[in-house]
């Protein structure tokens, strides 16, 4: 096999992409939809085990290797580290490669990229490795829980010692442990080609079970695991969106209404786009505003499938923005701000080992711009609705609070995020905000609250 349809070293390739601080995993499989075309459907699938599995278990993974190299682990080269992580990966997390054959393709590996040397170093740290990992404890819970929660979860020190001091151990425990689950696949149906019951029909009749969520009224979860999205019945045709439930609420509590008019400021791939034009009956005028320029072509291409066109789309930087960069006031402005993403690191392994306590600091100064900036938008009388995939308070409560402290001319409106979502309210407590973490309800970390630009008297 040559290396260019060798599964492993495709996966290293993409191991090594998507180690980059600034590109997501997910952008680098994409941009390898080529090579990985390429492979069979069975090495397709061997790759993109290793690449995910790999970073979802690093924690484990660079613990064994510690343990057994005679290098210090800071000091092993970092391509030979990546091999030697998709080895020990095979070893210890891939019932279906034996231990000499996942052995054996890493000294290969080794040799074409690194040479002989570092291949005889491999082939002894994951000798030692597929003999006695099974020997090799975690640390302790007790003694060293950010040791634990990083070995047997993969949450990186820093993150692990913040969750404990706020949510204590129990808590920690399992949110992590939720954070290791394969997230459910979660779609929204199409109302304009379709009903949720239709579609649950459309589905058994092709052998796959889903089941209607608990608090999106359109939304559906996959409950068949292992389908590939475009061959789930009905794509093509436009039947649904993938969307998880807790981005769904976010367009509940947005609540747009035909003919209104209405940004989207930071609109990226337009799935929520989408649910909004969906909302509206496809009648209005929706903004789809996002600094990546290169989303926009994608997010035309749903909006086609959809059967959606009302959508334009612009590239104003929102953090800041006015009033002449779209010459008009909207009725609803949704802000759903780029941030750390540590609500969903379910689904993106690889921004565990990427993100660093001064991203919290970094991004909240850029939410706080993006969110005041959008709010000029907003018309006297209109919505806005803030929105992250994080449950940090940096990104969540702390970005409205200080926005509601600067800015007189908006107030928080509980009774309209009550309206919406009225489960989240408990009785006799008025809440315009609400966060809903990746342990809790089968949903991603994600925050939304709600506000109102006061009329003029
Ligand atoms: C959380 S994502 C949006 C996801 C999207 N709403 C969806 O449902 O698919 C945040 C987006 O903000 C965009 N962004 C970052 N900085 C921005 C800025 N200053 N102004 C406008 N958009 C920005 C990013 O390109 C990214 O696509």
């Not at 939720?178 to 649950?200: C, F, G, Q, W």
């Not at 009224?217 to 068949?224: H, K, N």
């Not at 990226?268 to 786009?273: D, F, N, Q, V």
Request: with cysteine; hydrophobic share 40%.
């Amino acid at each position: 096999m040559s290396m260019t349809t060798d599964p492993r070293y495709l996966a290293f390739t993409l191991i090594e992409a998507g180690q980059k601080p600034f590109l997501p995993l997910d952008r680098a499989v994409d941009d390898a939809a080529l090579s990985l075309e390429r492979l069979s459907q069975k090495n397709r699938g061997l790759c993109h085990a290793i690449v995910f599995g790999v970073f979802r278990h690093r924690g484990r993974i660079d613990q064994l290797i510690g343990h057994c190299s005679k290098l210090a682990f800071d000091r092993i080269d970092p391509k030979v580290k990546t091999i030697l992580r998709l080895g020990v990966f095979q070893i210890v997390f891939l019932d279906r490669v034996p231990d000499f054959a996942a052995i054996d393709t890493s000294i290969e590996l080794a040799k074409a990229i690194c040479g002989k040397k570092a291949s005889g170093f491999i082939n002894a740290v994951l000798r030692n490795i597929s003999r006695s990992h099974k020997k090799i404890a975690l640390p302790c819970l007790d003694k060293n829980l950010p040791g634990h929660l990083a070995a047997a979860f993969s949450i990186p020190s820093w993150l692990g010692k913040r969750w404990a001091a706020r949510y204590g151990k129990e808590k920690t425990l399992t949110l992590a442990g939720a954070l290791m689950d394969l997230p459910p696949l979660t779609l929204r149906v199409n109302p304009r080609k379709n009903s949720r019951e239709e579609l649950i029909a459309n589905f058994e009749r092709a052998g796959i079970k889903s089941q209607i969520t608990r608090f999106s009224p359109l939304g559906l979860q996959v409950r068949t695991p292992g389908i590939a999205i475009p061959d789930l019945p009905g794509f093509n045709e436009g039947l649904f969106q993938i969307q998880d439930e807790a981005a769904q609420l976010a367009v509940q509590v947005l609540a747009p209404k035909p003919c209104e008019n209405i940004l989207d400021a930071c609109a990226g791939l337009g799935t929520k786009t989408c649910h909004m034009a969906l909302e509206m009956g496809n009648k209005g005028n929706i903004t789809a505003n996002d600094t990546g320029e290169r989303k926009a072509e994608r997010l035309n291409t749903e909006a086609k499938r959809l059967n959606i066109d009302i959508i334009r789309t612009t590239h104003v930087d929102m953090a800041k923005a006015g009033f002449n960069d779209f010459s008009s006031y909207f009725d609803r402005v949704l802000v759903d701000a780029p941030c750390t993403g540590l609500g969903v690191l379910a689904r993106n392994p690889d921004s565990r080992w990427k993100r660093k306590p001064n991203d919290l600091i970094r991004m909240a100064a850029l939410q706080q711009k993006i969110l005041n900036g959008s709010a000029n938008l907003v018309k006297p009388g209109g919505v806005l609705v803030y929105a992250v995939c994080s449950c940090e308070p940096e990104e969540t409560t702390q970005v409205i609070q200080r926005f509601l402290d600067k800015r007189k001319d908006f107030s928080p409106d509980p009774s309209g995020f009550e309206a919406r979502l009225p489960f989240f309210c408990e009785s006799g407590i008025k809440t315009f905000y609400k966060t809903t973490f990746p342990d809790h309800l089968e949903m991603d970390g994600f925050f939304i609250a709600r506000m109102r630009r006061n009329r003029k008297n």
